[in-house]
């Protein structure tokens, strides 16, 4: 695609301090602007891990405390800022930045606001949501179809201005033909055996207890399986004792975060994504699919638009360990299956979820917000695309209130 001629200057604000898919598609989308000739720039906490992984990765980076009690020091700093560099966009992501920049933002005479939601949890109909919501912020962008359409549908928002732009994934980082890292000889595992793994953040909702009862159920059954579990989080205690008090801990290992996903992922004969809650669609289920890897997950958020169950992977429902455990003894038992759903779903992450095609429609919103002109007609064609979608997203939406 050809991109706009007009380069803008985007800051994204981040008020988390801890790391995972929401805080990696902030700085995913500011490299990839970035390399499209945009000026970027991040506002975090120093103390936050984005803030650290911001300035590893050259991205510019800029330490704002956005505590309480330094708000309106802070909104002058930052309005003083925003109208001093001639800011075009700001996107914000959770809560506390969301009310600070965008404060800032309006003070600033920023010309475009953007709220993106990462989670399919409900929002608030109160008046306070409103306003940081609707007010505070010119457009809504959600990661999955079933966010926006629960915003549009139970909240009310405007459908023409809120679409759904899942994050892409990186196929030159999550290619198949990646090379094994070799995890059961690091684990003291057999070279043959069956190998099932969870790759998260360690909260709550991501399913962990489920997915150790199903690894119970399935070693039952089948004594050469084993499970890991990558990741760090609040919850790494929690499920270090329900290890223990399950007795599993000899073929369940939490290896904690790893870097080296795709060639993880390479290991594993079926990724597991439990999940009960607030999923919108899981960067790590693309990348497992854009892995070729035989995948079991629940239909919760917006993983139903990604995995057709039989045809992309296998779908259960939310926190029944008993039926997760027989659909990952199904990728088991049907290995030719199993490599077809894996295959299949390849092919439809690369058709519709690349990291191209997320950045183009993000380009395409800002410069249709900002009613940029003289940009090249692909880009235009990828506005109206999402203006398309807004329009099916309403009907969409009146269509399921009428049958309500």
Not at 161 to 180: H, L, Q, W, Y
Request: glycine share 6%; charged share 25%.
């Amino acid at each position: 695609m050809t991109h706009p001629h007009r380069k803008l200057k985007i800051v994204h604000t981040e008020a988390s301090l801890g790391w995972g898919g929401q805080e990696i598609r902030v700085t995913v989308e500011l490299r990839e602007m970035a390399k499209r000739g945009h000026r970027t720039i991040l506002v975090a906490p120093p103390d936050s891990d984005i803030f650290r992984r911001g300035l590893d990765l050259q991205i510019e980076t800029l330490p704002l405390s956005m505590r309480r009690c330094d708000f309106f020091q802070n909104l002058r700093w930052l309005s003083d800022f925003f109208r001093t560099e001639r800011i075009d966009v700001v996107n914000t992501h959770s809560s506390r930045d969301s009310w600070l920049a965008g404060f800032a933002a309006k003070r600033g005479g920023v010309p475009l606001v953007i709220k993106t939601r990462h989670i399919s949890a409900r929002v608030s109909q109160g008046w306070l949501t409103r306003i940081v919501y609707q007010q505070l912020h010119d457009y809504i962008i959600t990661t999955s179809r079933s966010i926006a359409e629960d915003m549009v549908r139970f909240n009310g928002f405007d459908p023409e201005k809120i679409s759904a732009i899942p994050t892409g994934v990186d196929f030159n980082r999550f290619d198949a033909s990646f090379s094994r890292l070799n995890l059961r000889d690091e684990l003291g595992l057999p070279p043959g055996c069956f190998l099932a793994g969870m790759i998260s953040v360690l909260r709550s909702w991501k399913g962990h207890p489920d997915f150790l009862q199903a690894a119970r159920l399935v070693k039952e059954r089948c004594p050469s399986a084993n499970f890991i579990i990558v990741g760090e989080g609040p919850r790494r205690r929690h499920i270090e004792a329900e290890m223990l008090k399950m007795g599993i801990e000899d073929y369940v290992f939490l290896i904690g975060h790893r870097d080296e996903i795709p060639q993880i992922l390479c290991d594993l004969d079926v990724f597991v994504l439990p999940s009960y809650a607030n999923e919108g669609v899981p960067q790590a289920l693309l990348q497992a699919l854009a892995m070729e890897r035989a995948v079991v997950a629940t239909a919760v958020g917006g993983i139903p638009e990604v995995v057709t169950s039989g045809e992309h992977g296998l779908l259960c429902e939310p926190q029944d360990p008993v039926a997760l455990a027989e659909k990952i003894l199904q990728i088991l038992m049907d290995p030719v299956q199993a490599a077809k759903m894996a295959r299949c779903g390849r092919q439809r992450v690369v058709q519709q979820f690349s990291l191209e095609k997320m950045v183009d429609d993000l380009e395409a919103i800002y410069c249709r917000m900002l009613g940029i002109r003289d940009h090249a007609r692909e880009t235009w064609e990828t506005s109206r695309s999402c203006a398309s979608s807004s329009l099916a997203l309403q009907k969409q939406v009146e269509r399921q209130t009428t049958m309500g």
